[in-house]
T-cell receptor
Framework: GQNIDQPTEMTATEGAIVQINCTYQ??????LFWYQQHAGEAPTFLSY????GLEEKGRFSSFLSRSKGYSYLLLKELQMKDSASYLC??????????FGAGTTVTVRA | DTGVSQDPRHKITKRGQNVTFRCDPI?????LYWYRQTLGQGPEFLTY????????KSRLLSDRFSAERPKGSFSTLEIQRTEQGDSAMYLC?????????????FGQGTRLTVV
């Protein structure tokens, strides 16, 4: 099975950078995803890593180290609309997709 | 294609009643997932399908829960003899199984309240 850990809450100032860490243990790894979820809404896809390294998408970047079972999501130039829950999800070799509990990011003016 | 759609969006039911939810995935997506989410938690895996085949059902899921995807397109999730602990958001997601874009897309969910 999967064991996925991420911090519960983080707070940052508008314009700043925040890094959300995710550690995982899985019986077979086939990709790591980050999703954003605003309160009362469905999760929306942000990024995907299957190989080690950094994937950059505008203000958002995601990093993966498979040997360490570690990923992070980097949010740059924070905006108020970035206040949301960020979910780390791991896909196993049988394509089952499992989620962490989510990290609530609060952006303050 | 309008994305993943779920029906109903909200359901209030009395304890002991049966409820059924429907999910229409993005057309031609062959994988379909069901999750349950409670406040402050991430989506909890319930079950998933590859076409019409149910690949896994969570061990946390009691026998009161059943899901089907009879023709490999839409799916239904039924909860029998509902309990107050079943109150949650039920999310459906779909994805391609192979290819460069295999991320899962979520529907807006069905919010179940058992009174």
């Amino acid at each position: 099975g999967q064991n996925i850990d991420q911090p519960t809450e983080m707070t940052a100032t508008e314009g700043a950078i925040v890094q959300i860490n995710c550690t995982y243990q899985t019986s077979g790894f086939n990709g790591l995803f980050w999703y954003q979820q605003h309160a009362g809404e469905a999760p929306t896809f942000l990024s995907y890593n299957v190989l080690d390294g950094l994937e950059e998408k505008g203000r958002f970047s995601s990093f993966l180290s498979r040997s360490k079972g570690y990923s992070y999501l980097l949010l740059k130039e924070l905006q108020m609309k970035d206040s949301a829950s960020y979910l780390c999800a791991v896909r196993s070799n049988d394509y089952k997709l499992s989620f962490g509990a989510g990290t609530t990011v609060t952006v303050r003016a | 294609d309008t994305g993943v759609s779920q029906d109903p969006r909200h359901k209030i039911t009395k304890r002991g009643q049966n409820v059924t939810f429907r999910c229409d995935p993005i057309s031609e997506h062959n994988r379909l997932y069901w999750y349950r989410q409670t406040l402050g938690q991430g989506p909890e895996f319930l079950t998933y399908f590859q076409n019409e085949a149910q690949l896994e059902k969570s061990r946390l899921l009691s026998d009161r829960f059943s899901a089907e995807r009879p023709k490999g397109s839409f799916s239904t999730l039924e909860i029998q003899r509902t309990e107050q602990g079943d109150s949650a958001m039920y999310l459906c997601a779909s994805s391609w199984a192979t290819g460069p874009n295999t991320e899962a897309f979520f529907g807006q969910g069905t919010r179940l309240t058992v009174v």
